[in-house]
């Protein structure tokens, strides 16, 4: 979830409590569209695989950040497709800096 206070918010999906309301969308108030579940202190066991995604996620929001590219919902889903897809071809690292962060930004500006 992308903040508007300069702050990114990474978890597992986590499905509101209820459906009423307005939605804002990804840019919306955390507290009304993320449960409070997701503030506990227990945390919820996560799978590999999420575990996996959600690193994936990250290092893609830190190769944003470290080649000056803006950190908004389309940007991140286009370089988090194109990190998905770097690793399809090559051995399945998550790590985004260095060299491998360079490529993502080329394949987001199509260089």
């Not at 206070?5 to 499905?15: D, L």
């Not at 000056?68 to 389309?74: A, H, N, Q, T």
């Not at 690793?87 to 930004?105: F, S, W």
Request: aromatic share 6%.
């Amino acid at each position: 979830m992308l903040g508007v206070n300069g702050y990114v918010w990474i978890s597992r999906h986590v499905e509101p409590d209820d459906g009423g309301g307005d939605d804002d969308g990804a840019l919306g108030r955390m507290d009304e569209t993320v449960s409070h579940r997701a503030y506990a202190s227990q945390n919820d066991a996560i799978d590999a695989a999420t575990f996996r995604e959600i690193a994936r996620f990250r290092s893609v929001v830190l190769a944003l950040v470290q080649h000056g590219l803006p950190v908004d919902e389309d940007t991140v889903t286009r370089a988090y497709a194109a990190a998905v897809d770097m690793a399809a071809h090559a051995p399945d690292d998550i790590y985004l800096g260095g060299d491998r962060g360079r490529r993502l930004v080329a394949a987001l500006s199509g260089s």
